[in-house]
């Protein structure tokens, strides 16, 4: 039986299925009529089982025992199945999933978390691995389901989630810090912001609503947020220095160059569509 015969009426399993991640790939996946098996600390199905027995097998656990994972039950995922994850990272699932098993290998990262904007489109980005079939039915799913799809290569990915997420969730701590060692109290500061700024403020609720190992791992186990937010702080560093030197003319050249790239991207988007 070919992969094409499998996700016909696949059975799916989803470790890390009990998770918030894991439980919305795994919905998505009954909505549509397949049979699936969540996998958690506390269910009666085991990883191992579920590698061995299920079509398409998804792994969605925190990125720190990721590789782990992958190791231990890529040799149980069988060739004519689709090996998936969906974590944050792509660079180093989709490698490992590629080494350990041999099996229709594809990533895929959903741009959206707790803090979700349903006014917004949800997209999710889908990452090559192996095979081409696999991925034509995950989109596909994807699509049937209301997911804008966004196709890139792994190393792309995690190059822009560096800015996308890294120096973005660094920035907004940053923020958080600042607040807390203001010396003024959270209401104080709550009842005197602008519209703007008050969007800042639930950013920050819903940040540090959400468990602490979820940043650290998107701040430190992509190398590229790493990289980014190392030249954010010099970039800053430079800002503050014509800030500080009252140097309105250089500040001005800085905002001007900026307006122009915005313009040339809205543009070059046009020209696209």
């Not at 894991?22 to 909505?31: H, K, V, Y």
């Not at 203001?182 to 639930?202: A, N, P, V």
Request: hydrophobic letters at 40%; a neutral charge; glycine letters at 8%.
């Amino acid at each position: 039986m070919g992969i094409e015969d499998r996700l016909k009426n696949p059975l799916i399993g989803v470790i890390g299925g009990t998770g918030m991640m894991g439980s919305w790939f795994a919905d998505i996946c009954e909505s549509q009529g397949y049979r699936v098996l969540k996998v958690g600390r506390r269910t009666k199905v085991s990883m191992e089982q579920a590698a061995k027995e299920c079509d398409v097998v998804v792994i969605s656990v925190p990125i720190s025992v990721t590789y782990e994972v992958i190791k231990k039950i890529g040799p149980l995922v069988s060739m004519d199945s689709l090996f998936m994850d969906l974590t944050s990272v792509k660079k180093m699932p989709i490698k490992a999933m590629l080494r350990y098993s041999d099996a229709e290998v594809v990533g895929l990262h959903p741009l959206f978390g707790a803090d979700i904007d349903h006014e917004q489109p949800k997209k999710v980005a889908i990452c090559n691995g192996r095979g081409e079939y696999g991925k034509r039915w995950v989109a596909e799913l994807l699509n049937k389901t209301g997911f804008e799809t966004i196709f890139l290569d792994c190393e792309e990915h995690d190059r822009i989630m560096g800015i996308v997420q890294g120096v973005n969730h660094f920035e907004t701590i940053c923020l958080a810090f600042r607040i807390k060692s203001s010396g003024m109290s959270w209401r104080e500061i709550e009842r005197s912001s602008t519209q703007t700024f008050m969007k800042k403020l639930e950013r920050i609720k819903r940040l540090f609503s959400q468990e602490p190992e979820l940043f650290a791992s998107l701040l430190m186990d992509n190398e590229w947020s790493l990289k980014y937010v190392d030249l954010y702080l010099k970039e800053a560093e430079k800002l503050f220095d014509i800030l500080n030197k009252k140097d309105k003319d250089g500040f001005k050249k800085i905002f001007y160059s900026i307006r122009q790239f915005i313009k040339r991207g809205m543009q070059d988007e046009g020209d696209m569509g």
